[in-house]
């Protein structure tokens, strides 16, 4: 059971823009910025959005990240073939347990 | 460009030891700018953020591993560790290495994984 609640899966067309949702709460995506990693398959995560809607060098602005409150989204549009991936969402938490890095379980995007 | 290497056993006995090494090349893990983490990924599952070393050798681990991980930093060879004892198959994962950065924005507490290694599989099994 991961702290940060994604859905298991998602899927567009190429052409198409699709959205990932991440979803937390105050003690992380409320009060911290959220990030945003792209897996392909057999590869290491790569980073692809950090602090809620900045992209690295080199990441096509095709992908773009929002927050509000507790929620973040990951935006691609103009969907590639190249996009099939996992993609997960990260944040800070500052819990009563400790203070850590906590994920998002990971959506795995279908180019149909 | 920064470049991170795992290494270390593949295949570790259960209630043993695992140890692994992160080797870290076109950058130091001197910097100050920098915090040194790792990372793990079970089979077919999610990532799960292990902890971190600065290169002062200050610490800060996962809540719910804390009391199995060390993490260490050898400036001299430009590497740190990670030991993960008592082991089970639970802990059976891909072990990434990553470089973190650590700020303080306006929106909150900044931090994320820029560099990450190519992962090694460790494998607990008798």
């Known amino acids: 059971q991961s702290v940060l609640t994604q859905p298991p899966s998602a899927s567009g067309t190429p052409g198409q823009r699709v959205t990932i949702s991440c979803s937390g709460s105050?003690?992380?995506?409320?009060?911290?910025?959220v990030n945003w990693y792209q897996q392909l398959p057999g590869t290491a995560p790569k980073l692809l959005i950090y602090?809620?809607?900045q992209r690295p060098s080199g990441v096509p602005d095709r992908f773009s990240g929002s927050k509000s409150g507790t929620s973040a989204s990951l935006a691609i549009s103009g969907l590639q073939s190249e996009d099939e991936a996992d993609y997960y969402c990260?944040?800070?938490?500052?819990?009563?347990?400790?203070?850590?890095?906590?994920f998002g379980g990971g959506t795995k995007l279908t180019v149909l | 460009q920064v470049q991170l290497q795992e290494s270390g056993p593949g295949l570790v006995k259960p209630s043993e030891t695992l140890s692994l090494t992160c080797t870290v090349s076109?950058?130091?893990?001197?910097?100050?700018?920098?915090?040194w983490s790792w990372i793990r990924q079970p089979p077919g599952k999610g990532l799960e953020w292990i902890g971190y070393i600065y290169y002062s050798g200050s610490t800060n681990y996962n809540p719910s591993l804390k009391s199995r991980v060390t993490i260490s930093v050898d400036t001299s060879k430009n590497q740190f560790s990670l030991k993960l004892s008592s082991v089970t198959a639970a802990d059976t994962a891909v072990y990434y290495c990553?470089?973190?950065?650590?700020?303080?924005?306006?929106?909150?507490?900044?931090?994320?994984?820029?560099?990450w290694g190519q992962g090694t599989l460790v494998t607990v099994s008798s």
């Open positions: 990260a944040a800070w938490d500052d819990s009563l347990n400790g203070h850590d890095v906590v």
């Open positions: 602090s809620n809607n």
């Open positions: 990553a470089r973190e950065i650590k700020g303080i924005a306006v929106a909150g507490n900044l931090n994320y994984f820029d560099y």
């Open positions: 105050s003690s992380n995506i409320g009060s911290n910025t």
């Open positions: 076109g950058g130091s893990v001197s910097s100050g700018s920098y915090y």
